[in-house]
């Protein structure tokens, strides 16, 4: 499976984002949304090494799967460091004068974090992006978002920052300035907010990444951060995972399915036969395609709401069809054998795969693109316009990496102000740039290359199909 995705930024591992939110992730939450996104993304993830540490919701188990993730290929940690020891010495700089938060790096040695490493190397340090930010943000006085400061959190920055000798960019650098310019709690959460957005987005921009959306408690950020929304939502795969009968992999503890999970991450997940990515993304595209409108002009939380109930009435209508195996496959009370692995991972894609053609030959549609079927294949073809209720002609720029596609994006945010939400196509993600000259501009990346399943001749394939375009442009 060759489709394009972005890796996924591990956001919700970030204790100083939680604090900003008031929420406290758990063991619990934390391995079973690694484990969902394990089965349904091709798609690597990635965090910076010092969230691993740093995080109180990962007990032993939690970091021996990370271990273990990381071993497979599936999660990169990442860090500006190129030690261990280097790391160690630069978190306790950062951090002297807020040792009660951090004890792991004043007590113990460095040894004690060998057990998970680095493995991706960035080549700027996140203080330094952080300060920049936050500069920027209060020298725009005409901005949206100094709108939001108040004049305490905007002096408590200010002083903050003059004062700074080292210290970590935390909202504890800025506690005592705040208390001394008669702040509030509420002035504490936009500062500590914007933090964790300058944080998120300088790993999202490292890799290209994109967040998981739907986790309980952090839809601030799924709003702010998430470029792709449905298709890493966490209720939503989890309904599909539900689906192909792979749901008590999620609830049960991983050591306990052990001879599961080693055999799927080392050979099978992006093995051709038991890759489910590729049809969950259908799947998730499909119905985002059949939302209205009015849908679409809202929240995050009503399309996935609609969603949810239009993937629960296929799933009803499949059910006497779709026996579940999991109870069957078991060798005994707690394991799943080996030789069992394959046939569970080809029943999960079988049962999604004719959950999608369910959902392709649905008659209910909203009055939104059409589908054109072609037997038993999972086949969009769009036959109505994508955007009812505009006629204008449509231009669309192709672009081929990531650096062309975020220069694209930049240029067209500052000009004609912030995009909408992005379209799925059959294999693409448009986004929509807005309107200049009379025409409604939109944009797509394939991958480098001609050929190639996601390569620019499916991509503009796929673009004229959906779009009808009068105008393609390839930097």
């Known amino acids: 499976m060759y489709e394009?995705?972005?890796?996924?930024?591990?956001?919700?591992?970030?204790?100083?984002?939680?604090?900003?939110?008031?929420?406290?992730?758990?063991?619990?939450?934390?391995?079973?949304?690694?484990?969902?996104?394990?089965?349904?993304?091709?798609?690597?993830?990635?965090?910076?090494?010092?969230?691993?540490?740093?995080?109180?919701?990962?007990n032993a188990d939690c970091r021996r799967f990370i271990a273990l993730l990381e071993e497979s290929d599936v999660l990169g940690a990442v860090s500006y460091n190129g030690t261990v020891e280097e790391f160690y010495e630069s978190r306790q700089r950062l951090y002297a004068h807020d040792t009660q938060r951090y004890p792991l790096y004043f007590s113990g040695g460095p040894d004690g974090l060998r057990t998970i490493r680095a493995t991706l190397h960035k080549p700027q340090d996140t203080t330094s992006a952080l300060l920049k930010d936050l500069e920027l943000w209060i020298s725009k006085s005409s901005s949206l978002s100094r709108k939001k400061i108040t004049a305490p959190a905007l002096q408590a920055i200010e002083d903050g920052l003059q004062a700074r000798t080292g210290e970590a960019v935390t909202y504890r650098l800025f506690d005592p300035f705040l208390a001394k310019a008669g702040g509030t709690a509420a002035d504490t959460g936009v500062i500590s907010r914007q933090i964790s957005l300058a944080y998120s987005r300088h790993y999202l921009d490292y890799a290209g990444g994109d967040i998981l959306t739907g986790i309980k408690g952090l839809s601030f950020f799924d709003d702010q951060l998430a470029t792709a929304f449905p298709l890493h939502d966490v209720p939503l795969l989890l309904l599909l995972l539900d689906t192909a009968g792979l749901s008590p992999l999620i609830e049960e503890p991983w050591p306990t399915r052990r001879t599961f999970w080693d055999p799927f991450l080392t050979e099978l997940r992006n093995a051709d036969g038991y890759n489910l990515s590729m049809t969950v993304r259908t799947i998730l595209q499909a119905a985002h395609n059949q939302l209205p409108p009015s849908v679409h002009a809202h929240s995050q939380y009503a399309a996935r709401t609609r969603i949810a109930a239009l993937i629960k009435r296929a799933r009803h209508d499949l059910e006497t069809k779709l026996p579940r195996p999991y109870g069957s496959w078991r060798d005994n009370d707690t394991h799943i054998g080996e030789h069992s692995t394959k046939p569970l991972l080809v029943h999960a894609r079988t049962s999604l795969e004719a959950l999608a053609q369910a959902l392709h030959r649905s008659d209910v549609y909203w009055g939104l693109p059409q589908v054109e079927r072609k037997g038993d294949a999972v086949t969009a073809a769009i036959t109505s316009d994508p955007h009812p209720a505009t006629h204008l002609p449509r231009i669309l720029l192709l672009t081929a990496t990531q650096v062309e596609t975020k220069c694209a994006l930049e240029t067209f945010a500052q000009t004609l102000g912030p995009r909408k939400k992005p379209l799925f196509g059959e294999h693409t993600t448009y986004f929509s740039l807005g309107q200049a000259h009379g025409c409604d501009v939109y944009l797509a990346q394939s991958e480098a290359g001609a050929a190639g399943p996601s390569g620019s001749i499916l991509t503009a394939h796929d673009a004229f199909r959906f779009l009808d375009p009068v105008l393609s442009v390839v930097p």
């Open 4 to 58: 394009h995705q972005h890796p996924i930024y591990l956001h919700f591992l970030d204790r100083e984002l939680g604090f900003s939110v008031d929420f406290r992730a758990t063991p619990l939450l934390v391995e079973r949304v690694l484990k969902i996104l394990a089965l349904t993304c091709s798609a690597s993830c990635y965090c910076g090494i010092s969230l691993i540490w740093e995080s109180p919701a990962l």
